[in-house]
């Protein structure tokens, strides 16, 4: 099932996305939350009369970094011994449609395509076995960086986490197998990074049983597994769309920041 967040005529809410085409999409509106046992409504508004919104309000987003061999050695960095996670803030996160904000303090920002896992229920220290009970399904992500401030800088904080810098959408699929499909981004049509996650270094299972040990994950929560090789600048006026198999396309134009 594909739930996406909406607003139409001021209100918030969830809804099944059904249907096939951009012009034959419906929401079936859902009654309160998708996390728990839901109902669909029945009431259904066509997908283009509503704003999709970021399909989840993370309280916190934990990425990996180098997750990708070929990604790691383009950037001239050793696959590490562990997986390096950083946090991209809540203020980081729009939905498809929504711009990308270009930084003052960078001259070279960069886009990142990568699977994002949604969490479903509350956990800490995951079994292996239990990892598919804790996933809500999955989304597209952009991880955009400032590169140049990545390089600066020690620490990631600013170069990951500004606002506007984590874009996901359009929606959550909840049933998907993401052990091997394809994640590719365009910048205005033109192909940038073309990948598959079966060549994840750590795979979904590895990540939530590492990040669980140290915290707790709440209902909404996103971890963002990585980047494929391919990543390049990004600038004010591209339009930049990230496509995965199975879930669909996150498109968003990159503005200067004003």
């Given at each position: ?6 607003s139409i ?13 951009p012009?034959?999409?419906v ?10 046992e839901f109902?669909?409504s029945g009431?259904k ?5 509503v ?7 993370p309280?916190?987003?934990v990425a ?12 001239g960095?050793?696959v ?7 946090f ?5 996160v729009?939905?498809?449609?929504d ?10 920002v ?5 699977l994002a896992?949604?969490i ?5 220290e ?11 399904g ?10 140049d401030?990545?390089k600066?800088e020690?620490q ?5 986490g ?5 874009p996901l959408?359009?929606w959550?699929?909840?049933d998907?197998d993401?052990?091997d ?5 365009t910048?205005?049509?033109?192909q940038?990074?073309?990948?598959r996650?079966?060549?994840m ?5 590895d990540?939530?049983?590492h990040?669980t040990?140290?915290?707790t994950?709440?209902p ?9 090789a ?5 600038h004010?006026g591209?339009?930049v ?14 503005i200067?920041r004003?």
């Amino acid at each position: 099932m594909r739930i996406a967040r909406f607003s139409i005529d001021g209100n918030v809410a969830f809804g099944a996305v059904e249907g096939d085409g951009p012009d034959g999409l419906v929401l079936d509106i859902i009654k309160g939350i998708p996390y728990a046992e839901f109902e669909l409504s029945g009431v259904k508004v066509p997908l283009n009369k509503v704003r999709l919104l970021p399909p989840v309000l993370p309280n916190k987003v934990v990425a990996i970094g180098r997750n990708y061999a070929e990604h790691a050695a383009e950037l001239g960095n050793e696959v590490p011994d562990v997986p390096v996670a950083f946090f991209k803030p809540t203020t980081s996160v729009i939905g498809s449609g929504d711009a990308i904000e270009y930084p003052s303090f960078s001259e070279e920002v960069h886009h990142e395509a990568e699977l994002a896992v949604v969490i479903g229920r509350m956990c800490r220290e995951v079994p292996r076995e239990r990892v598919k009970d804790v996933i809500f399904g999955y989304t597209c992500a952009n991880d955009v960086t400032a590169r140049d401030a990545q390089k600066r800088e020690k620490q990631w904080a600013r170069a990951k986490g500004f606002d506007t810098s984590c874009p996901l959408g359009p929606w959550v699929e909840t049933d998907l197998d993401p052990g091997d499909l394809t994640i590719q981004a365009t910048v205005n049509g033109e192909q940038r990074q073309l990948g598959r996650t079966s060549d994840m270094i750590r795979s979904i299972e590895d990540l939530v049983v590492h990040i669980t040990e140290a915290m707790t994950l709440l209902p909404g929560d996103v971890i963002l597994t990585g980047t494929p090789a391919g990543v390049g600048p990004l600038h004010v006026g591209d339009e930049v769309a990230v496509t995965i198999e199975g879930i669909g396309t996150l498109t968003n134009k990159v503005i200067k920041r004003g």
